[in-house]
């Protein structure tokens, strides 16, 4: 069955640095996200991203935030300078069109550890 | 702002028993309703969703059931095994399907335990 993969699965950085998490999303999918956990609460929201673009954002998704589907398989989260609060689980989904597929589908996550 | 109301927070049953989580929802756009599990360490796990234009939808020890009027939806798990415990999140999209991309609104998760 397809499954949408992340790599990796626990990164560990200084404050201040740059970080790149990876996602592979479902091959035949059309609409991509990030969603970020921190521990012990509700998953949330971060961007959606179709058609190589961004359709939507959350107030969480500043300025240090950015998306990119660089071929046809892959879609990254960079974040250019960590913060502390920035530690959380980070998943990425997607779903396979607008039409009547209203799935989303999620990767196992990445543990972003700032220090 | 929107939001998504889950109870209760956490839930212990005995094997065998049922577990009944309820969420309520802001967004009378809000058309679809998916349930998910997360086990430790794991991400989301899409187990159960149900679509406005049906009360209710089950599938095998585990049913759905949408009342619009009221803005509820619950999730029902029948003869619970020591293999459901997990964390359950209820989900809503933002302004349905008429718009926009479908971001989920999650509630705030329901830990369940299920003893043997």
């Known amino acids: 069955e397809p499954e949408v993969t992340q790599t990796p699965s626990h990164q560990v950085t200084q404050m201040g640095q740059e970080v790149i998490l990876r996602c592979v999303p479902i091959?035949?999918?059309?609409?991509f996200y990030w969603y970020r956990q921190i521990l012990g609460q509700k998953v949330e929201f971060l961007v959606s991203?179709?058609?190589?673009?961004?359709?939507?954002k959350s107030e969480i998704f500043d300025d240090q935030f950015s998306v990119e589907r660089p071929d046809g398989s892959n879609f990254t989260l960079k974040i250019r300078s960590t913060k502390l609060e920035d530690s959380a689980m980070y998943f990425c989904?997607?779903?396979?069109?607008?039409?009547?597929?209203?799935?989303?589908?999620f990767g196992p996550g990445t543990r972003l550890t700032v220090t | 702002g929107e939001n998504v109301e889950q109870h209760p927070s956490t839930l212990s049953v005995q094997e065998g028993d049922s577990a009944v989580i309820k969420c309520t929802y802001s967004?009378?756009?809000?058309?679809?309703f998916p349930w998910y599990k997360q086990e430790l360490g794991k991400g989301p796990q899409l187990i159960i969703d149900i679509r406005s234009n049906v009360g209710e939808k089950k599938d095998q020890r585990i049913a759905v059931t949408l009342n619009k009027t009221a803005k509820h939806f619950s999730l029902h798990i029948t003869e619970t095994q020591p293999e459901d415990s997990a964390v359950y999140f209820c989900a809503a999209p933002l302004g349905g399907f008429s718009g926009g991309y479908n971001k989920l609104i999650f509630g705030a998760g329901t830990r369940l335990a299920v003893h043997p």
């Open positions: 967004d009378s756009a809000s058309n679809y």
């Open positions: 991203f179709y058609n190589n673009e961004i359709s939507e």
């Open positions: 989904a997607s779903r396979a069109d607008r039409g009547p597929h209203y799935e989303q589908y």
């Open positions: 091959s035949n999918h059309l609409y």
